[in-house]
């Protein structure tokens, strides 16, 4: 067996350029590799709906966005599976039978899980589907058999669990499931790009994205008002990069060739840094920079977008073909799991002939 991916996104939201330095570029990285046998990529709906139950409307709306934010960044079809996660019925229940073979205090003890509590506020009143979801994750990995998942950094517990899973059950089962790696950034801030306004995490409550679908002057007004060092307020002062969030940005999306480009007074990032540390440059020429540096990532997202935003019906029909493949290979491995466990009665004709004997 050749090697798989599987990844995906839950769509509460338009994706954000935090998302697409952490995971969607090297998606399309991997997709053109040439490495991987299928690559699998889901809109995790039923998941989004764990802390979303009372409002499905949100998760609704936002299927389609996804889906454009996918194929604008490169994500090509006819190269990758692009599924929703709802229309693949055997992922639930593989997670019935996952349920099984972990302990709530495991399960407590998951970090990720642990820090998605407490930024929910949910500790008083956790919803149980969202208490499982390291469990909904092993099953999306297994069913397609993936060796391979593309995650931020925050997420390399829950890759863990799924690997104890799969374990666990191949030990009381016999070898069936495949047990995953994970793959993350491999530029150190690319793990957890921050907020525009400098805070850890980039979230739409707190109105501090990047979305991939924003225009240029959305872009530039957003970058024009990000957040740098509070001290640094006259040009001659010397300035801090620690928590700089221009700086943090630069160094996600700066390319050697930028200087060049839009800054040919310096040679490089170090050089902007230096000047800056030292005192003598001011914010406003950092982002008008930092602002060519992302427009020219960016614009080309963007075209894309714009154009398969004529193009409904035919992504409509990507995500219906994509789902239904999708449901097939699972139900494959779903059928390899109830056998290993003893409970495919009726295509058991050992059962069956046990039965008419006993009778």
Not at 168 to 175: D, M, R, S, V
Not at 253 to 268: G, I, Q
Not at 305 to 312: M, N, S, T, Y
Request: charge should be negative.
């Amino acid at each position: 067996m050749g090697k798989i991916i599987l990844t995906g996104d839950r769509p509460t939201g338009r994706l954000h350029v935090g998302h697409y330095v952490g995971s969607l570029k090297r998606r399309v990285e991997l997709q053109n590799s040439g490495e991987f046998e299928k690559i699998y990529i889901m809109i995790a709906d039923a998941q989004a709906l764990t802390d979303n139950a009372d409002h499905p409307e949100k998760v609704r709306q936002n299927i389609m966005q996804v889906a454009l934010d996918y194929l604008a960044a490169g994500l090509d079809p006819e190269k990758v599976n692009i599924f929703i996660q709802s229309q693949v019925p055997e992922l639930t229940e593989l997670s019935f039978y996952y349920m099984n073979l972990v302990t709530v205090s495991r399960l407590q003890r998951n970090p990720t899980v642990k820090n998605e509590i407490i930024m929910r506020n949910f500790e008083t009143s956790i919803p149980v589907g969202f208490f499982t979801y390291p469990i909904s994750q092993a099953s999306d990995i297994t069913a397609f058999k993936a060796t391979t998942v593309p995650v931020g950094e925050d997420q390399l517990p829950m890759i863990e669990q799924a690997r104890e899973i799969v374990r666990k059950f191949n030990q009381t089962y016999g070898e069936v499931l495949v047990e995953p790696e994970a793959v993350i950034p491999e530029n150190e801030i690319c793990k957890r790009l921050p907020g525009t306004d400098g805070t850890a995490k980039m979230s739409k409550s707190l109105g501090n994205c990047i979305y991939l679908s924003d225009t240029e002057e959305e872009l530039r007004t957003k970058v024009m008002s990000m957040y740098t060092d509070p001290n640094h307020i006259k040009v001659t002062d010397p300035g801090s990069l620690e928590g700089n969030a221009v700086f943090t940005y630069l160094d996600a999306f700066c390319r050697p060739e930028h200087f060049a480009k839009f800054l040919p007074e310096y040679e490089s990032l170090d050089a902007l840094k230096e000047h800056y540390t030292r005192g003598g440059l001011g914010d406003v020429k950092v982002k008008k920079f930092l602002f060519a540096v992302m427009n020219d990532e960016l614009a080309p997202i963007r075209e894309r977008r714009l154009a398969w935003e004529k193009r409904i019906p035919e992504i409509i029909e990507i995500l219906k073909k994509g789902s239904a493949e999708a449901e097939k290979v699972a139900a494959q491995t779903l059928t390899e799991v109830k056998n290993a466990m003893k409970i495919n009665y009726f295509e058991d004709e050992e059962w069956i002939r046990e039965q008419l004997n006993a009778t």
